[in-house]
């Protein structure tokens, strides 16, 4: 698979290594527009903010 | 179809029938044409998922894929706690906001070693406020911990 700006290094250790560097409080789930409708099924409202130009 | 041997009275009786037997059709309420059937919902949880699965009274997922637009999506997303909070009055306790974030907004949820390792402000055009430069640092901590204080959840 192609790993882009990461050559030589496999699709599984990105994502390891995302993981391993996210912020504190952040979760990665890595479906997060599958997620949203998951939420919109638990009665969340989506509010998609538009590129503002 | 044979209409051609049929009396022309015959075809209009039968499309008379058809159409009454559709107006009808059309007029049964849903639940009457066919059992109601219930939602199925997976069992799988994220962890994440205690955040929100807790006793709140408003709640919203917000998302937009454009980094670019990163400060404007903050702003949206306190003028959101905000109104709910002032003007409609909700509990800020009891208040969640997801940002579902997606696309090169997922940046914002990485720390400084991924964006120095992958140049993402040379990469996505951003510019660090204090060096003027490409961001090698993630410059959207701040404004996410003020958000987080307010009961935001960020997904990456």
Redesign the interface.
């Known amino acids: 698979m192609d790993t882009g ?2 050559p030589g290094k496999t699709f599984e250790q990105v994502i390891k ?2 993981e391993d ?3 504190p ?6 479906a ?2 599958v ?2 409708g ?15 130009f | 179809m044979e209409t051609d041997r049929l009396p022309r009275r015959a075809v209009l009786r039968t499309l008379g029938v058809a159409a009454v037997a559709a107006t009808a059709a059309a007029c049964t309420p849903p639940a009457a044409r066919s059992e109601d059937k219930k939602l199925v919902t997976s069992d799988f949880k994220w962890p994440y998922e205690k955040a929100i699965e807790t006793d709140i009274d408003a709640r919203a997922v917000m998302a937009s894929p454009h980094l670019s637009n990163a400060s404007i999506y903050f702003v949206q997303a306190a003028n959101w706690l905000t109104s709910m909070e002032r003007d409609y009055k909700y509990d800020p306790a009891k208040m969640r906001l997801v940002m579902a974030n997606y696309g090169p907004m997922n940046f914002i949820t990485y720390n400084d070693s991924i964006w120095s390792t992958y140049k993402a402000g040379e990469w996505q055009q951003v510019t660090d406020p204090q060096t003027k430069q490409p961001a090698t640092r993630n410059p959207f901590v701040a404004d996410i911990k003020k958000l987080q204080d307010r009961q935001c959840v960020f997904l990456t």
């Open positions: 700006r990461a290594e995302l560097n996210l912020i409080g952040a979760y990665a789930i890595g997060q527009v997620e949203i998951r939420l919109q099924q638990k009665g969340f409202p989506y509010l998609f903010v538009p590129k503002q």
